[in-house]
């Protein structure tokens, strides 16, 4: 069956400029997550979703970023004023309950120029 | 918070030989101990996973060890195939969910035909 999904795959855009990224996760599951990849290192922990509320925002850098997830679907992470350190491949991940293994998708690398 | 170190960063085995990779862990309240292989271009794919009351796990080729009281987990890749060639990634978690993962910095295993 189909995976998590995140679109765009590839997103440029210039420092200080707002930026969108969208995940589709796996039909049926209920917790959605954010985690952010840097080049060379594992992957960090921004959010988690239980349903449509964040149980656990406790990961994200600052409050340039804001995640949604109005339905208890589909979850788009919002980056306000971009800078160059936000440059880094987003991953979502979706499980079907809680303590559910975690499916990631492929990610959305974000370069900020 | 929770602090995974992982080694070695790189590996290289003979095709067929076995493959160990090591993590420790920090937090004591740790219970939930997955491993993620990772593609160029893709996302993390779960590949194994462990819990705090079970001291090994075996599937197939792969197999996880956990020793609770020294705070590391291991896994062991026998006969290994070109396509192990990845980089993988230990991660812990505490509570009662796995959405909060903290992930070592990742091994780059090259398998030589």
């Known amino acids: 069956g189909a995976g998590v999904s995140q679109t765009p795959s590839n997103k440029v855009t210039e420092k200080g400029k707002y930026v969108e990224l969208r995940c589709d996760p796996i039909s049926g599951h209920t917790a959605l997550y954010w985690y952010r990849q840097s080049l060379g290192q594992g992957p960090e922990f921004l959010i988690y979703f239980q349903g449509t509320g964040a149980a656990d925002d406790s990961g994200l850098p600052n409050d340039r970023f804001f995640a949604v997830r109005p339905e208890g679907s589909v979850s788009t992470l919002k980056i306000q004023r971009t800078e160059r350190g936000d440059s880094a491949v987003y991953l979502c991940a979706s499980s079907l309950r809680q303590n559910s293994p975690l499916h990631f998708g492929n990610g959305t690398r974000l370069t900020v120029t | 918070g929770e602090n995974v170190e992982q080694h070695p960063s790189t590996l290289s085995v003979q095709e067929g030989d076995s493959a160990v990779i090591k993590c420790t862990y920090s937090?004591?309240?740790?219970?939930?101990f997955p491993w993620y292989k990772q593609e160029l271009g893709k996302g993390p794919q779960l590949i194994i996973d462990i819990r705090s009351n079970v001291g090994e796990k075996k599937d197939q080729r792969i197999a996880v060890t956990l020793n609770k009281t020294a705070k590391h987990f291991s896994l062991h890749i026998t006969e290994t195939q070109p396509e192990d060639s990845a980089v993988y990634f230990c991660?812990?978690?505490?509570?009662?969910?796995?959405?909060?993962?903290?992930f070592g910095t990742g091994t780059r295993l090259t398998i030589i035909p």
């Open positions: 937090d004591s309240a740790s219970n939930y």
């Open positions: 991660a812990a978690s505490t509570g009662f969910g796995n959405e909060k993962l903290t």
